[in-house]
T-cell receptor, first 114, second 111 residues
Framework: GAGVSQSPSNKVTEKGKDVELRCDPI?????LYWYRQSLGQGLEFLIY????????KSGLPSDRFSAERTGGSVSTLTIQRTQQEDSAVYLC????????????FGQGTRLTVV | SQQGEEDPQALSIQEGENATMNCSYK?????LQWYRQNSGRGLVHLIL?????REKHSGRLRVTLDTSKKSSSLLITASRAADTASYFC???????????FGTGTSLTVIP
């Protein structure tokens, strides 16, 4: 596609439910990143995929969070047993390769846990 | 944390004035980037400066990098109301390829 696409754009879920957030990166981009941004805050790194290498999961806040990237393209971020503190905007970005290249961001998914 | 920190947290100026934002970071980096965010959603890339560069220009933007002080500045000249946004620096540390973002500067340009 022309840009990074994220779905849904907004998600309201009840505490304790699982949610899946989807990211479609720009075609041909080998690097994919997930970030979380709480209201009025900076971006918190969650996870990074580069080609077929093992992902860097060092930013995932707990074992309730997981992500996968199928076929080196689409990525899904899953949050199990959601908590109210998980409420945030989840941003996905992709870049042509890792290292010295700019990242292109999607518009994010605003997750609200009630 | 490897995040950078922007300074000031908020900045309000009159249209036509220059805006300067600063970013400090903690570890050695490969490059530093500046991004802009409108309305708390997707970020847009503005400019990238490599660790061996000291200054870079792009239109009304001027970025400097001082690796000895682990700091960078973003200057927006002749500001416009449309420049109102949050601005973030992002560093690409030598230890990996993920980007770490700072806390952001919220810029308001008053028409």
């Amino acid at each position: 596609g022309a840009g990074v696409s994220q779905s849904p754009s907004n998600k309201v879920t009840e505490k304790g439910k699982d949610v899946e957030l989807r990211c479609d990166p720009i075609s041909g981009h080998t690097a994919l990143y997930w970030y979380r941004q709480s209201l009025g805050q900076g971006l918190e790194f969650l996870i990074y995929f580069q080609g077929n290498s093992a992902p860097d999961k060092s930013g995932l806040p707990s074992d309730r969070f997981s992500a996968e990237r199928t076929g080196g393209s689409v990525s899904t971020l899953t949050i199990q047993r959601t908590q109210q503190e998980d409420s945030a905007v989840y941003l996905c970005a992709s870049s042509l390769s890792a290292g010295v290249t700019e990242a292109f961001f999607g518009q994010g998914t605003r997750l609200t846990v009630v | 944390s490897q995040q950078g920190e922007e300074d000031p947290q908020a900045l309000s100026i009159q249209e036509g004035e220059n805006a300067t934002m600063n970013c400090s970071y903690k570890t050695s980096i490969n490059n530093l980037q500046w991004y802009r965010q409108n309305s708390g959603r997707g970020l847009v890339h503005l400019i990238l400066i490599r660790s061996n560069e000291r200054e870079k220009h792009s239109g009304r933007l001027r970025v400097t990098l001082d690796t000895s002080k682990k700091s960078s500045s973003l200057l927006i000249t002749a500001s416009r109301a449309a420049d109102t946004a949050s601005y973030f620096c992002a560093t690409d540390p030598n230890t990996g390829n993920q980007f770490y973002f700072g806390t952001g500067t919220s810029l308001t340009v008053i028409p």
